[in-house]
């Protein structure tokens, strides 16, 4: 939704605005190491750091979105003038 108007946004005003960018979340079977870290991490650990690690670039992502979006009038109205928690849920 913040895309598509950050988009429309884009095409009426011709702005040269930067496009909030989202992270590639890796599943952590999909991971691949060097050759130097083979050795140091675990097979069993591997994929708690891999899911770690995406799990933050999420939520620098969404930092990053949040103060992009209270910054920008047409945004604002998605998520209301205030920057938002990251909404991630235990289950």
Do not use: C, N, Y
């Not at 079977?29 to 991490?41: A, E, G, I, N, P």
């Not at 891999?50 to 930092?63: F, H, I, M, V």
């Amino acid at each position: 939704m913040a895309d598509a108007r950050f988009t429309e946004h884009q095409a009426a005003t011709g702005g040269k605005l930067i496009r909030p960018q989202w992270p590639d979340i890796v599943d952590p079977k999909d991971v691949s190491l060097t050759q130097h870290q083979v050795d140091v991490v675990d097979d069993h650990i591997r994929p708690v750091l891999t899911l770690a690690r995406g799990l933050a670039d999420l939520a620098d992502a969404w930092a990053s979105f949040e103060s992009l979006r209270v910054a920008r009038a047409f945004l604002t109205e998605l998520g209301g003038p205030h920057v938002r928690p990251v909404p991630l849920a235990v289950r």
